[in-house]
């Protein structure tokens, strides 16, 4: 074979290559898979004499299941007579807030975002407020929703 017939036939192979390796790379881009929807699951955390009779409290979950195992905080508020749950990742880049006493703010101590006790910013970079978890009570059980 001559040297210029195996150039030609290897420019086109390589040529055919690329063209084919280009467009499943788009495809991936144009055809995003179908991502899978989070189902949101309750979980016990204490019996209804435990909730805070007014302020908050800090939560810490421990959940198993077969494939993983999750451990998170969450602050049970009651504030103005209304209790709910609140997740402690800061919106902004996702730091776990704490809770000051002093001042009665949750502070993120990543980037200065200030949120006042119901979740709200006051202060600092965070764009939304604090993400309220599903709460509810069930035979004098307290559960909160997670999506897992």
Do not use: Q
Request: charge should be positive; charged fraction near 25%.
């Amino acid at each position: 074979m001559e040297r210029r017939v195996f150039l030609k036939k290897y420019l086109k192979v390589s040529v055919f290559f690329l063209l084919t390796l280009f467009s499943a790379i788009a495809s991936l881009f144009i055809f995003p898979s179908v991502k899978r929807e989070k189902k949101t699951l309750f979980f016990k955390v204490f019996s209804e004499y435990n909730l805070p009779k007014r302020g908050l409290k800090r939560v810490d979950i421990k959940i198993e299941n077969n494939v993983r195992h999750y451990s998170m905080a969450v602050f049970i508020v009651n504030h103005d007579n209304e209790i709910f749950a609140l997740s402690p990742v800061c919106t902004h880049l996702g730091c776990l807030v704490n809770w000051s006493r002093h001042k009665n703010l949750f502070i993120c101590p990543c980037h200065g975002g200030v949120y006042d006790i119901k979740g709200f910013i006051k202060e600092g970079p965070p764009r939304k407020p604090l993400s309220r978890l599903p709460l509810k009570t069930d035979n004098g059980e307290v559960y909160i929703g997670l999506k897992v």
